[in-house]
């Protein structure tokens, strides 16, 4: 009995050890829970949409010596929707085993949203990618059905990514580019997220 204690002490204190978390990845440490929110909600949207590939490139859209035209450089919603995008973009031809050559789940944008994306005005174009942004950030918030607790938090931290996107558009405009830089328009605010896709406002109202 005396050799039997120890072992069953050590087995009582592990029992009741604390549980690590587990180890982050240098993917976790770069890209926090907010914008893998954002991420997901947009690839997620894109293939439930069913977007072609000519909406994509018009949303990737880029101008000569400029990044991507419709988004704001070192903006973190801005970033994550376009690796959003790009990943949507290196998807398969088809599903695996399927024997329809289908890559994507949705019929394709509506004609308004379609017509809206491209539009010569750019002020449209981005109207039409920050009405879809939110309306697929909006259906991702409702999936999780998370507590108003948590979903409040979560809005705090996409407004915090907003005013961070904002600012960096605001150094760039001042440092380097000039007044023009870019799309000049703002993340979309996080009233949007809170409201139905139709009370959405254009990017830029804020």
């Known amino acids: 009995m005396n050799g039997l204690f120890p072992i069953l002490l050590c087995?009582?204190?592990l029992a009741f050890a604390p549980v690590r978390a587990h180890a982050e990845s240098p993917a976790e440490k770069l890209l926090d829970e907010t914008?893998?929110?954002i991420f997901f909600s947009v690839l997620e949207g894109l293939y439930e949409t069913g977007l072609s590939e000519g909406d994509v490139a018009q949303i990737l859209m880029k101008k000569e010596g400029q990044t991507y035209f419709h988004f704001i450089y070192a903006c973190p919603v801005c970033n994550?929707?376009?690796c959003a995008l790009q990943a949507y973009q290196a998807r398969p031809d088809r599903f695996y085993g399927v024997k329809?050559?289908?890559?994507?789940?949705?019929?394709?944008?509506d004609k308004q949203s379609k017509e809206m994306l491209h539009d010569e005005d750019p002020v449209q174009r981005l109207?039409?990618?920050?009405e879809l942004v939110n309306r697929w950030m909006a259906a991702r918030m409702k999936k999780l059905r998370l507590t108003d607790e948590e979903r409040s938090s979560l809005l705090v931290k996409l407004e915090e990514k907003r005013k961070e996107g904002m600012r960096a558009l605001e150094s760039f405009q001042r440092k380097e580019h000039g007044p023009n830089f870019g799309v000049a328009r703002q993340p979309p605010p996080t009233s949007a997220?809170?409201?139905a896709p139709s009370a959405t406002p254009?990017?830029?109202s804020r």
């Open 193 to 195: 997220w809170r409201n």
């Open 127 to 130: 109207q039409a990618i920050n």
């Open 100 to 109: 329809l050559t289908i890559s994507t789940f949705g019929l394709g944008l």
């Open 80 to 82: 994550a929707t376009v």
């Open 11 to 13: 087995l009582f204190a």
């Open 35 to 37: 914008t893998q929110f």
């Open 202 to 204: 254009p990017w830029g």
